[in-house]
């Protein structure tokens, strides 16, 4: 079973729980493993001895904001001033 989830980490972060997360790309969730281990046993009642074998792949890597450079503004061509139309009265 292969999953995918986004792990930002934050050591400045204001609070513990947001220093290191785990979170599900799509629905922003964060994963219970608990409840992936119960869906590879097939969710049968009962006790049960496993192994968790967790390899981690990084498949792209962002920079966190402050590194980010600022996006480049395009300047604007500078448009001529359209002449004014006298008022029509009717």
């Known amino acids: 079973m292969t999953k995918h989830y986004i792990l930002h980490l934050d050591p400045g972060a204001k609070y513990e729980w947001d220093r290191c997360s785990?979170?599900?790309?799509?629905?922003?969730?964060?994963p219970s493993f608990a409840e992936l281990v119960a869906q590879?046993?097939?969710?049968?009642?009962?006790?049960y001895l496993v192994s968790v074998q967790i390899?981690?792949?990084?498949?792209?890597q962002a920079?966190?904001?402050?590194?980010?450079?600022?996006?480049?503004?395009?300047?604007?061509?500078v448009r001529a001033a359209m002449p004014q139309l006298?008022?029509?009265v009717a």
């Open 22 to 30: 785990l979170r599900d790309p799509i629905t922003a969730d964060r």
């Open 40 to 47: 590879a046993v097939g969710d049968q009642p009962g006790s």
């Open 55 to 60: 390899e981690v792949n990084v498949l792209e």
């Open 63 to 77: 920079a966190p904001p402050s590194e980010m450079s600022p996006p480049v503004m395009a300047e604007l061509p």
């Open 86 to 88: 006298p008022e029509l």
